[in-house]
């Protein structure tokens, strides 16, 4: 290998973190640095919050997988997002499957109430723009769409009570129709601000996600 071909191939992987939590492996790629990185130059509170609060938004699927054993393999930090690489065979209930998907949320919930209750104890701004930073992102993954913990709650919720493969027609069906929601959406608000295309791209993700070979 040339000079220059070695240095590109490990340039990469100079840049990848690699650590281990509790015994379980974490790469952080150096494309969700700059991302991270990115974000942080804005000097945005919201942003800020965005980033703190969807880590603990993952800290509770991962609170809620080691407490109904079925702990990660792996933890992958990436520019698409925090990627939980679990076991395979784990023979978990389906119940526990929608507990883990619902954590999230669930993490964010209790964030929501205790900085809401701040606010109206002392009306701190500050508090009350995390507390609502915290309710989007609940209501956010809530929606029943492939990729989001309200898709995999309803795809588990459904095989328990039908079988796998209805599961799969009612989260396509419902992936569907609110995607198709959300780009309408999106293009109200372009209209409008004539400059904010955020939900567009947060569609356009989640349409993606639909093309994805994961269930859910």
């Known amino acids: 290998m040339k000079p220059r071909e070695r240095q590109g191939a490990l340039l990469p992987i100079f840049f990848n973190m690699r650590f281990s939590v509790f015994g379980i492996p974490v790469l952080v790629t150096w494309h969700f640095l700059a991302l991270i990185t990115f974000?942080?130059?804005?000097?945005?509170?919201?942003?800020?919050?965005?980033?703190?609060?969807?880590?603990?938004?993952?800290?509770?699927?991962?609170?809620?997988?080691?407490?109904?054993?079925?702990?990660?393999?792996?933890?992958?930090?990436?520019?698409?997002?925090?990627?939980?690489?679990?076991?395979?065979?784990?023979?978990?209930?389906?119940?526990?499957?929608?507990i883990i998907a619902l954590a999230g949320p669930f993490a964010n919930l209790i964030f929501f109430v205790f900085l809401m209750l701040i606010y109206l104890?002392?009306?701190?701004?500050?508090?009350?723009?995390?507390?609502?930073?915290?309710?989007?992102?609940?209501?956010?993954?809530?929606?029943?769409v492939k990729g989001l913990d309200g898709g995999k709650a309803l795809y588990f919720l459904v095989s328990k009570i039908f079988n796998y493969k209805t599961a799969k027609t009612v989260l396509h069906c419902t992936s569907v129709a609110f995607i198709c929601i959300l780009i309408f959406y999106g293009g109200y608000v372009l209209y409008i601000t004539h400059r904010?295309?955020?939900?567009?791209?947060i569609a356009l993700m989640l349409t993606l996600t639909m093309f994805s070979k994961e269930e859910c």
Request: aromatic fraction near 8%; charge should be neutral; include cysteine.
């Open 196 to 201: 904010n295309f955020t939900m567009l791209i």
């Open 39 to 98: 974000m942080l130059s804005l000097q945005t509170e919201n942003v800020l919050y965005a980033v703190l609060f969807s880590l603990f938004h993952e800290i509770g699927h991962l609170a809620a997988m080691t407490a109904l054993g079925n702990a990660p393999l792996s933890i992958r930090f990436e520019l698409t997002g925090i990627n939980i690489r679990r076991q395979q065979e784990t023979g978990i209930s389906l119940m526990r499957e929608i």
């Open 121 to 144: 104890q002392n009306g701190s701004v500050k508090c009350f723009n995390a507390s609502c930073v915290n309710l989007i992102l609940m209501t956010f993954n809530l929606l029943p």
